[in-house]
């Protein structure tokens, strides 16, 4: 029976990319709960002697991660609304709407896609010094208000969707403005919920620029957070991990709230 | 009055090609006028540029005494069905069938009363707090209906509405939109590739080719007096039998030559002569019948369809009452009705027709 054959090798490739998946974040927890000294036996133990949860409340109050969470908040949020805003509006634009210069500005925006961040890492300081927002909030917020990836996708997600939608919504006697807030932008909430997920998780983990542009305690992001147990307690394993952990709990919310859309965006931007 | 003027609508896109090449039209007020023709010869295009969601390159577009062709959409006094019915997948279906009336800024009771009217109408009446996902081929139809409906415009648009229903469903939803269109008596549009439904429906039907106007008359008098031959074959099912040749001699001695020979009233020069299948008729060898050899047999119960080839391998369907009564690899007779035989010229315009001889 080959199909029956192929439906027990698909279950088993499944069972070993998700374990592939799986273990790191495993090892993760587990070395969150070691001692600091237990984690560098060799060989490694798979599992903690005694499970050190206290680790956890030692970890988030020797900095002041309180702090750091609120800050990573805001900046995903501000982030997340102004990446969502520009590709939503920029990708309706490049979908639909013929004017001069267009594919000039969708082939410039390509081109962005291409070159890396860390290549704009040091103009951008130069901008936000000159500005006289280094170490402020608002020069930690103001890195990636706009997403080109995000244009792209949004662009790439209503192009997909059918025309005759906002057509209808035309002859029903809706102006241009009111065919995109009410019709179009709402049928497009699978791909901006996607998209939305795809620029929390971007935000959140982001390491370099809160690290760059940050220098006081009062401002510094989760992530610039955990990376300080390196040097600063000379690679205190166990707390980083517990740290870590914690970290990734705003992130499986924000998966929580947008996975019923997740799937479904993805199909319908061919991202797959 | 809803009349539709459209005067020498053409509309060529950037790419180079040319949906729509100068077609003019006069559809009546409280006409069901039907737009056929084969897929990509213009038909969405022209219904598009009716609605106003595009404009022409050139030409003008008349309803009732008002030139709309610089009008936008929602100005028109027009609704349109769209193929895959672009219901509005957020909104419930009453929402969806209020959208017009919101944007007209109707107040929010009267909306509810016409939404449900509208709805109890087409029998949608339990639908109306379901999302689009949640509705079959047949009731989405319907909805979209209903949104147009809604708007009591003086003109609908409809672009192959039944095309994406199954064949219950089809048959008995063209019933019920002939019976709207003599209850409203608003014009009506109809748009299809289906000749058949085409047949069925129209008051007129409007034949359209690249882009062009073959013929607009009332469908018997497409089926018996096509002005072409694309008309000709593009009418009825099994497609008009087509034979090439020559029309040779003079005054009541004309008569086509190719592979089947028979008197007609035509200039002479190469034309090309067409036959229906049930102008065919099986019949005892004698005076002016000729040989064929049965290739198929299609019972389909109440006829069936002979398919059957000449010496020369022309291929001809001959439309036989009842049961069958030949079989494959049988040589039989036929007689052409020569009265209801058609003449096509070089340009494939009817020129003439055949005669007793
Ligand atoms: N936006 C467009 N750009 C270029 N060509 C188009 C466009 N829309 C339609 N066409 C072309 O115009 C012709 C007529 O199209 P359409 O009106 O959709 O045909 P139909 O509805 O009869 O199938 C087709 O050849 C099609 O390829
Ligand atoms: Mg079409």
């Not at chain 1, 969150?32 to 680790?55: I, K, S």
């Not at chain 1, 969502?84 to 920029?90: K, R, S």
């Not at chain 1, 705003?250 to 997740?262: D, I, N």
């Not at chain 2, 028979?262 to 002016?288: C, K, N, Q």
Request: proline share 7%.
């Amino acid at each position: 029976m080959p199909a029956r054959g192929r439906r027990v090798g698909g279950a088993v490739a499944a069972v070993a990319v998700a374990t592939v998946m799986v273990v790191p974040f495993l090892w993760m927890v587990s070395t969150a709960l070691m001692g600091e000294f237990e984690v560098l036996q060799y060989p490694p133990p798979m599992l903690p002697a005694t499970p050190r949860w206290a680790n956890f409340r030692d970890a988030l109050t020797t900095l002041p991660f309180a702090r750091f969470f609120a800050n990573s908040l805001i900046v995903a949020a501000f982030t997340v609304t102004a990446q969502v805003m520009a590709g939503a509006l920029g990708g309706y634009a490049l979908a639909r709407f013929r004017f001069a210069g267009q594919r000039a500005v969708f082939a410039l925006y390509l081109g962005a896609l291409m070159i890396p961040g860390v290549v704009l890492l040091i103009p951008r300081f130069l901008i936000v010094d000159a500005l006289g927002a280094v170490d402020t909030m608002a020069g930690l917020v103001s890195a990636e208000l706009v997403s080109f990836w995000g244009i792209f996708m949004m662009r790439q997600f209503f192009v997909s969707l059918p025309r005759e939608l906002e057509d209808a919504a035309r002859l029903d006697g809706a102006g241009e403005w009111a065919v995109f807030w009410r019709i179009v932008l709402p049928s497009a909430v699978p791909g901006l919920a996607t998209f939305a997920l795809f620029a929390f998780i971007d935000s959140w983990k982001s390491l370099l620029w809160p690290l760059v542009v940050t220098r006081s305690m009062s401002l510094r992001t989760v992530e610039v957070g955990i990376a300080s147990f390196h040097g600063l307690y000379y690679a205190n394993w166990p707390y980083q991990m517990a740290a870590a952990v914690t970290a990734l709990v705003p992130v499986l919310v924000v998966f929580l709230l947008t996975q019923r859309h997740f799937t479904r965006g993805v199909q319908l931007t061919g991202l797959r | 009055m809803a009349t539709v003027r459209l005067q020498q609508l053409t509309r060529k896109f950037p790419d180079g090609s040319v949906a729509l090449a100068g077609l003019t039209l006069d559809i009546k007020h409280g006409e069901f006028l039907v737009l056929v023709g084969p897929s990509g010869c213009g038909k969405t295009t022209a219904l598009r540029l009716i609605a106003g969601l595009d404009a022409p390159t050139s030409g003008r577009i008349v309803v009732g005494e008002e030139d709309v062709t610089d009008l936008p959409p929602g100005s028109r006094d027009v609704a349109m069905v769209f193929q895959n019915y672009a219901l509005y997948p957020h909104f419930t279906v009453a929402e969806n069938i209020a959208f017009p009336l919101k944007m007209r800024r109707v107040p929010a009771g009267e909306q509810q009363r016409q939404v449900r009217e509208v709805a109890e109408t087409l029998g949608i009446g339990e639908l109306l707090a379901r999302k689009p996902a949640q509705l079959s081929g047949g009731q989405r139809q319907r909805v979209a209906l209903a949104r147009a409906l809604v708007r009591q415009p003086a003109v609908f648009l409809f672009d192959e509405p039944l095309s994406n229903l199954d064949a219950q469903v089809r048959a008995s939803t063209r019933a019920e939109l002939v019976r709207l269109h003599r209850q409203l008596g608003a014009t009506m549009i109809f748009v299809t590739h289906d000749q058949v439904e085409a047949m069925s429906m129209a008051q007129r039907m409007a034949v359209l080719n690249k882009g062009r106007l073959e013929q607009c008359a009332a469908p018997l008098e497409v089926y018996r007096t096509p002005a072409t031959r694309f008309t000709a074959q593009f009418v009825g099912s099994p497609s008009i039998n087509t034979f090439d040749g020559t029309i040779e001699g003079k005054g009541s001695r004309q008569l086509f030559v190719g592979a089947v020979q028979v008197p007609v009233t035509a200039p002479p020069g190469s034309g090309t002569l067409a036959v229906r299948p049930e102008h065919l008729h099986i019949v005892p060898p004698g005076d002016g019948t000729f040989p064929v050899r049965v290739a198929l047999v299609e019972p389909l119960g109440a006829e069936c369809i002979v398919h059957a080839l000449l010496g020369d391998n022309t291929e001809v369907r001959v439309r036989v009452p009842g049961l069958p009564t030949v079989a494959t690899g049988d040589t039989v007779h036929l007689r052409i009705d020569h009265e209801a035989a058609l003449v096509f010229d070089a340009e494939g315009r009817l020129e003439g027709r055949g005669r007793r001889p």
